[in-house]
């Protein structure tokens, strides 16, 4: 691949942002790079952690500016892992760190995917529960077009599948 | 056996052209899945003890199934490999060149016998299952994952979060933890320069192109390798299936190219692919670039049908066969470069005129 800058040299450099939902894209040689200033930092450092961070609000201008978020000092009760380690790393901890973190990295996952909620698979043994509750929500939503539509017979029959559904989650 | 047969042959699965789909432009397509194991730190911050219980809970889980795939799984730990035998895998892509730099005890790979369905483990996560197949068939690798998935679940317990999906230590693949990508070759998008214009519109819709070795590796040979980025909010068919839909377009637009080159310019093009055969059949000494670059030719020669006594499954073993770590395997000592590049040389003659 060749530098979207120069056309000459092979591009090395490549830049992914995401915008409301929109991702673009961009790939430079390091030169081109570090003139477009894309590069804050030597390229050396241009790696995945750092870029990581910045989504997670490690960025360097802002904590300049005084605008550092008052809650890198939290820590995960299960590994210890700071949110300022996963800044630095773009890695967390344990599992657990998603919960400890869970504000923090809201913006940071809507960034990366442009979603933040999973809508895949779901364990067949252990995420029972988990189906219940998409189940549930799905219902919800049919029980609201229902409505709207006027349709009250299947508002009530959608309404009755809802508590039957609803009793299995206690 | 397994693992040796894969660290001493050239040849695993993926390289076989006859045994699937749309192998004239898709050399192959693989999808894995991260998994965790709740509570337990994630691999970067686990120490000998904890690994091992780690790699002992997924052994065990194989061991036991009832499902043949899974139980059939041979397991090797990184501390019985050396660093050679590690870059070998690496190169074949049944771990990836991060995993391979650890000697540790508690990091290994499970591998079938011809390395289609394999699991890292404690590389970045503490499970990756990988199913890797030839050509373009991302609906099968798929499927061969899910059922891994599927019966590990049934003892592992999984670090899972109903509303961020399987969690994962990096947040660029939480969700549904899937990668999905194909290996394409595109030697005729790559003359006609059209590559850059499609792969600059391709981050827009959530996919990403790399190298060979994937992140961080360069386009070598016009071998690129397409791939899901986005990993949460989506399923794993939505993914599958934007990632095949895009995929069908690039190839059939490789197709398109290559026939109005054929047509166009009948003369340039075997020319070019001649030259490329007479210097794989006759150089002395040869670089891995130069060799990339030819064999890339004389693939694009074979899939025209220009030159019909090599098989294209020759030169998919032949750019893992030319790397460096399965020369040295071969000459069974270690090279410098000037020595690898004799030995690249001998190796191309051999496997392409092998009888």
């Known amino acids: 691949m060749q530098c979207d800058e120069c056309k000459q040299k092979p591009a090395t450099v490549h830049l992914t942002e995401m915008y409301n939902g929109q991702k673009s894209e961009m790939h430079l040689c390091p030169s081109c790079a570090a003139k477009k200033g894309a590069l804050m930092f030597d390229p050396n450092q241009f790696n995945i952690p750092n870029l990581l961070g910045g989504f997670l609000g490690g960025n360097q201008a802002l904590q300049g500016a005084g605008l550092a978020n008052p809650t890198t000092q939290a820590t995960c009760q299960n590994c210890g892992v700071r949110f300022m380690d996963i800044r630095n790393t773009g890695k967390l901890g344990c599992p657990n760190c998603y919960q400890a973190f869970e504000d923090e990295l809201e913006s940071a996952l809507k960034r990366i995917h442009g979603n933040s909620q999973h809508t895949g698979k779901i364990p067949l043994r252990s995420g029972e529960k988990t189906r219940i509750k998409r189940q549930v929500e799905d219902l919800k939503e049919q029980l609201q077009s229902a409505i709207l539509a006027e349709d009250y017979e299947k508002a009530a029959e959608i309404r009755d599948a809802l508590k039957e559904i609803e009793k299995k989650l206690d | 056996m397994g693992i040796d047969s894969l660290l001493y042959s050239t040849h695993v699965g993926w390289m076989d052209s006859s045994a699937g789909p749309e192998t004239d432009v898709a050399i192959s397509s693989r999808v894995r899945l991260a998994r965790n194991l709740d509570a337990v730190p994630f691999p970067h911050l686990l120490n000998e003890q904890t690994g091992k219980k780690v790699i002992d809970l997924v052994k065990q889980a194989c061991s036991q199934s009832e499902y043949e795939p899974l139980r059939s799984l041979q397991g090797v730990t990184f501390d019985q490999l050396s660093e050679l035998d590690r870059q070998i895998l690496m190169e074949k892509h049944l771990i990836s060149p991060q995993h391979a730099h650890f000697n540790d005890s508690y990091r290994g790979l499970l591998v079938n016998e011809d390395g289609s369905r394999s699991i890292m483990i404690n590389e970045e996560d503490h499970l990756r299952i990988q199913g890797l197949l030839p050509g373009f068939d991302l609906e099968k690798c798929n499927d061969a994952v899910q059922m891994l998935d599927d019966e590990l679940e049934k003892v592992l317990t999984y670090a899972f979060d109903g509303y961020r999906g399987y969690l994962t230590a990096c947040p660029t693949n939480v969700g549904t933890g899937m990668r999905a990508s194909v290996m394409l070759h595109l030697p005729g998008m790559a003359m006609t320069a059209q590559t850059n214009r499609i792969f600059h519109n391709i981050g827009q819709l959530g996919m990403t192109v790399r190298g060979l070795y994937g992140e961080g590796t360069e386009i070598l040979g016009n071998f690129y390798q397409l791939s899901n ?67 890339s030719d004389l693939r694009l020669g074979v899939d025209l049908g220009l030159i019909t006594h090599i098989q294209a499954t020759a030169i998919n073993e032949l750019i893992v066969a030319i790397r460096p770590a399965h020369l040295q395997k071969r000459a069974g000592q270690e090279m410098d470069a000037f020595q690898r590049d004799i030995k690249r040389a001998e190796v191309i003659k051999d496997i392409l005129f092998r009888k």
């Open chain 2, 229 to 295: 980025q986005v990993t949460l909010g989506l399923s794993e068919e939505e993914i599958c299936h934007n990632l095949t839909l895009v995929t069908r377009q690039i190839i059939e637009q490789e197709r398109r190219v290559r026939d109005s080159l054929q047509k166009g310019m009948a003369y340039q093009l075997q020319d070019r692919i001649g030259r490329a055969y007479g210097l794989l059949s006759h150089a002395g000494i040869i670089s891995s670039n130069e060799a990339l670059t030819l064999l």
